[in-house]
């Protein structure tokens, strides 16, 4: 870890120009200024305190404000990795002007980690929503451009997103036709939407197609992409960025491990969700508070999957670890196997993988 001092900026007009005062009082800014060696996000929330953690740096500010005499200090603490990498990212997406086409939940997920990790600025984002009070929240949190228009956001955009639900998505490829020149690389989180199907309806060969999962809300998620020969690898580059502020991004050379992993990652938390509230059910009818039973589940299962990850063990040995014989895990193992679980398990992935493929061909 490095420590960076900390600094006074004792100027409004010095700091004015990377933080909005104006909006100080109200919800939460983004401020980036990439001076001393890393990028600094202050999200001034509320009044006088921020602090915030975001990709391995912790950043923490205080502003005192006063109609001529504003003080920002700052002090962030951070791993060099993590600045290394962001300040790659962020010089790969410098000057990078981005459309949004629908900008939903995802949208919003993926906008705010490409600022909270200061990979673009504002002004290179514009997104398209046919909703004026949806467009204002999106200029009110973010600051960016917003238009009704699907064509006008496009126009500018050196890379295109499209965050519609799979049924707007006719209609947006409509819009789009032949509108997009080869250089626009375009981006597709759409479920189910395959390549051929994308390529076709916009009339367009730079097609980049992503499996999310719904803990990309959050920057957890894990996104599996594939692209068209079309898209060069600088622009590879650019997506990977992108990517990157919603979770693990995992690049594949075919797209049928898009659909696997729609079915293995995409459907994922679906499987963990089931899980976990089987467990705190049975939890609550040993006699456990539910409030209690989540939390010992919660914990149970976040410390699990961080331990797997640190070990770098194979599970069965992880699971071994803790079975020792005729004890607890064992007798409870015998149950799950008895029961079927993993055969449970296997059939379940395997359904929605079939489920995929055959809602790609109905699309058709
Ligand atoms: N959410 C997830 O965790 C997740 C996970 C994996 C994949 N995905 C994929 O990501 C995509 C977006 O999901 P989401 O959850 O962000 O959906 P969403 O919140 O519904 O976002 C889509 C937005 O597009 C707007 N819209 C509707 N018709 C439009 C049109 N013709 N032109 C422009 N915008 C239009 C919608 O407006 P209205 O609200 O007025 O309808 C909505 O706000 C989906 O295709 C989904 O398959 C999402």
């Not at 120009?17 to 929330?45: E, G, K, N, W």
Request: with cysteine; proline share 3%; net charge negative.
């Amino acid at each position: 870890m490095q420590e960076k001092a900390s600094e006074a900026v004792p100027s409004a007009r010095w700091i004015g120009a990377d933080v909005v005062f104006a909006d100080v009082a109200s919800a939460s800014r983004y401020h980036c200024r990439s001076q001393a060696a890393s990028m600094l996000t202050l999200a001034l929330d509320g009044h006088v305190w921020a602090s915030r953690e975001q990709a391995g740096a912790s950043v923490s500010g205080r502003l005192a404000s006063g109609p001529d005499n504003v003080t920002v200090e700052t002090k962030v603490t951070e791993s060099r990795d993590t600045a290394e990498t962001g300040d790659a990212a962020a010089s790969t997406l410098a000057e990078t002007r981005l459309a949004f086409v629908g900008a939903g939940v995802m949208a919003e997920a993926m906008i705010a980690g490409l600022l909270d990790r200061c990979l673009v600025r504002p002004q290179q984002i514009i997104a398209s929503h046919p909703r004026e009070d949806r467009r204002q929240r999106l200029i009110e949190r973010f600051g960016i451009q917003t238009t009704e228009s699907n064509r006008d956001a496009v126009e500018q955009a050196e890379i295109v997103l499209l965050t519609v639900k799979p049924q707007a998505l006719a209609t947006v490829m409509r819009q789009l036709h032949g509108r997009l020149a080869p250089r626009q690389v375009t981006i597709s989180i759409v479920a189910g939407a395959g390549i051929e199907k994308l390529s076709r309806g916009l009339g367009h060969d730079a097609i980049v197609r992503v499996m999310p999962n719904t803990p990309a809300q959050i920057g957890k998620g894990m996104l599996v992409w594939t692209a068209t020969e079309e898209v060069d690898e600088g622009q590879r580059n650019k997506v990977k960025a992108i990517l990157g502020a919603l979770g693990e991004e995992l690049w594949v050379e075919d797209e049928k491990y898009v659909d696997m992993a729609t079915a293995l990652s995409g459907t994922g938390p679906t499987y963990v969700f089931l899980m976990m509230e089987a467990l705190i059910d049975a939890g609550v009818h040993m006699g456990f508070p539910r409030r209690i039973a989540e939390q010992i589940v919660l914990q149970t299962v976040a410390g699990s999957v961080e331990f797997a990850r640190v070990s770098g063990k194979h599970m069965a040995e992880l699971r071994n670890m803790v079975t020792s014989p005729g004890g607890t895990s064992a007798e409870a193992i015998y149950q799950m196997e008895k029961g079927g679980l993993r055969t449970v398990y296997s059939r379940a992935v395997y359904a929605a993988y079939q489920r995929t493929k055959s809602l790609a061909k109905d699309d058709d």
